[in-house]
């Protein structure tokens, strides 16, 4: 399974899995528990582990060079055995975070190895990762050995609010054999609760009800648009719950996240928005461009800078108009219609 990392979206339960394309796995579900008496329970797990593990922290401030994921070396002190010098135990270096899922109250916690200097990804962005999995007695359920690209709208929820807390690598440079190096990235590690993973759902070298541990280097973002209507995914979360999932203002098959017409008007969602379009021969030249227009207005903001096929560069200036002055944006407010675009 070792670097064949695959998310999967289940509709019909809204979870996801691990797959690998050369074998097929099997995922199989138990009877849900409660989420909040599991999550005590997993609570209890993850404070004896950080209570009897620990990581190599001399070690990796003495680097000559950036960490990496293979560089964070995590082990247990035995009954008996004294703590090695130049190490932190876990309970003494883990950070705690809250978060709300599933109307649930949940403790994830995060070691931060290094926070990176680029920017930080949104919820619901492609990011691109070495990450390394394993369960709370250490074995490795899976693992990438070069960089891949992961959405994380389609990830376990632990993924999404975890990432989003580090940043992108500063730079990076392509080597004539293809290759690519990062600088100054994100790395760190996460440990989520059952619940903040796959909860009742075993799946190959995961047994129901796992805590897990995530290993990960953070190396590039790309904001989504799931439905091309030129508002970003993440800003299609209207609850800001960090679930575009429960959020659909007309109520029909579709989420907003993935509905051109997010109000059910009759009019594509791209129609009830101003744009402006703005290009130039190269990425820096249309980066001062848009610097040039800041700042912006509270309903304005730019879509990604965009390479076309002919050799430029573009990106958008969207203007979110409310032509009846009610606080709806027109392609939310089906009663307003006035923009088309």
Known sequence: MRNKLHILFIFFLALFVFNCSEDEEETTSIPPRDRAEQQASDMDTLQNYFDTHYYNSGALGALPTYPTIDDVVISKLEDGETQPPNTTMLSNAVEPKTTTYQDVSYTYYILSIEEGLGENPHFTDQVRVNYEGTTMNGNEFDSSVNPIDLDLVFSISGWNRVLPQFKTASTFT???????????YGIGVMFLPSGLSYFNNA?????????LTF???????KVMDHDNDFIPSYMEDEDDNLDVFNDNTDNDRFNNFSDNDDDGD????FREVLYTEYTDSSRSGLEAQLQALTPLNSNQFFTPIEAKDDGTFSAKLITLEDTNGNGIPNYLDSTDAQTLN
């Open 174 to 184: 392509t080597n004539d054999d293809g290759t690519v190096i990062f600088e100054n």
């Open 203 to 211: 799946v190959s070298g995961i047994s129901a009800y796992s805590c």
């Open 215 to 221: 290993k990960f280097e953070l190396f590039q973002h």
């Open 266 to 269: 009759g009019y594509k969602t």
